[in-house]
């Protein structure tokens, strides 16, 4: 942990993480017992605040199930339920993958501390080809009926892209 004080900073309090160290800022004229007061303030928000960002799908494969069902409900309103849904280690050209025919997914591992509505968005993508195969527009149609779509497929090509992964689009190809 850091702590930065400034004496342009009159009243306000502010913290981010830095890499894995927790940054706070406050004004330079607060008292040392305030400091800690704020500190512990500070550290607890970014923790509640991270914890509400990670899906707890992350936890195992049956958590991954079950997150699956509830998404599969509400969004694509289907009873074409994936068999299994399991973390596998990171996939070099893809974030995740389905079988159709087995009705099995398989999600990367390099997706377990991505923010909860991007594993979400994954996971909808996978579920949808239960249901379509490909990539044609009636797929897209079922795709989009989750709200952060296009903010996830940002997500992903800005991760793929940050990593020199070459990962296009959620399993491989381009958004169409």
């Not at 890499?19 to 406050?26: I, M, P, R, S």
């Amino acid at each position: 942990m850091e702590v930065r004080r400034s004496k342009r900073r009159r009243r306000t309090v502010s913290a981010y993480l830095d890499g894995g160290t927790l940054v706070v800022q406050l004004p330079a004229r607060m008292s040392r017992a305030e400091e800690r007061r704020w500190v512990a303030e500070m550290e607890r928000k970014l923790l509640r605040t991270a914890r509400k960002k990670v899906s707890p799908a992350r936890e195992s494969d049956a958590a991954l199930l079950a997150r699956c069902h509830e998404l599969n409900r509400r969004y694509l309103g289907s009873d074409r339920e994936p068999a299994s849904v399991r973390w596998v280690p990171p996939m070099r050209t893809r974030w995740a993958s389905c079988t159709p025919a087995q009705r099995t997914i398989r999600v990367s591992e390099r997706l377990r501390n991505v923010p909860a509505w991007v594993l979400d968005y994954v996971l909808v993508h996978e579920l949808t080809h239960l249901r379509v195969a490909g990539h044609d527009a009636r797929f897209w149609e079922l795709c989009r009926s989750y709200p952060h779509t296009d903010r996830a497929i940002g997500y992903l090509e800005g991760l793929s892209d940050a990593a020199g992964l070459g990962i296009a689009g959620v399993d491989g190809h381009a958004q169409e």
